[in-house]
């Protein structure tokens, strides 16, 4: 079975351009989770979505939205990029109640 | 200040054992959870525990919960140079939706040396 799969792996965008990053949970999973690991910081939650619908929102602003699709990947989108996003931005799945399997992550650079 | 709570920084020898620690504040933490992390990739789900727990042993993992003193730990037995990596404690609760969001701590980096 495939894991959570992330893409981009790597992405270079230039400050104020949009950013749109992927994830694909693993099969049977309808919950997918978002976090931004800025270097030498854990993890910050960002969004979870589970069957379609948003079910917790972190402390982020306006400028990041996300959803999730019928065959329950998802995609988070960033607009108007500032360098503070530059993160590696990661996507976890989970069945209810169990521990959340992460992928490898979109390193994203804003220059 | 800081949900989770974990030391930065922790170094053995090979063989030793390593005991990372961590602090949470909500006493109404449903799971916890160990991470690793190693160079450029993702989080690897180590164990997790539940709150009703105190211990809980996976081969040469050991976790220990002491629920009183919001207090985790997480004793790596004849530690490898391969468990060289970032250990990430995380603690979740669960919502009236039926959601387990896990907050993670900063991270311990573990360095073992020959």
């Known amino acids: 079975d495939a894991g959570v799969t992330q893409s981009p792996t790597h992405l270079i965008k230039t400050r104020g351009q949009q950013v749109t990053l992927r994830c694909s949970p693993i099969s049977g999973h309808k919950s997918v989770s978002w976090y931004q690991q800025v270097l030498g910081q854990g993890p910050q939650f960002i969004f979870q979505y589970y069957e379609k619908e948003e079910r917790g929102r972190g402390n982020f602003p306006d400028r990041f939205s996300a959803r999730q699709f019928p065959n329950y990947s998802s995609e988070l989108n960033v607009n108007a990029l500032l360098l503070g996003d530059s993160a590696l931005y990661l996507c976890?799945?989970?069945?209810?109640?169990?521990?959340?399997?992460f992928g490898s992550g979109t390193r994203l650079t804003v220059v | 200040g800081e949900d989770v709570e974990q030391s930065l920084f922790l170094s053995v020898r090979e063989g030793d054992s390593s005991v990372i620690n961590c602090t949470y504040t909500?006493?109404?933490?449903?799971?916890l959870y160990w991470y690793k992390q190693e160079p450029g990739a993702g989080l690897q789900l180590l164990t997790y525990?539940?709150?009703?727990?105190d211990m809980k042993q996976d081969q040469r993992l050991t976790v220990l919960l002491n629920k009183k003193d919001k207090h985790l730990s997480l004793r790596i037995a004849d530690t490898q140079t391969g468990d060289s990596a970032i250990y990430f404690c995380?603690?979740?609760?669960?919502?009236?939706?039926?959601?387990?969001?896990?907050?993670f701590g900063r991270g311990t980096s573990l360095i073992v040396h020959p």
């Open positions: 995380a603690e979740s609760i669960g919502s009236a939706g039926g959601s387990y969001i896990p907050t």
């Open positions: 525990i539940f709150s009703n727990m």
């Open positions: 909500d006493s109404s933490s449903t799971y």
């Open positions: 976890a799945s989970s069945s209810q109640g169990s521990g959340y399997t």
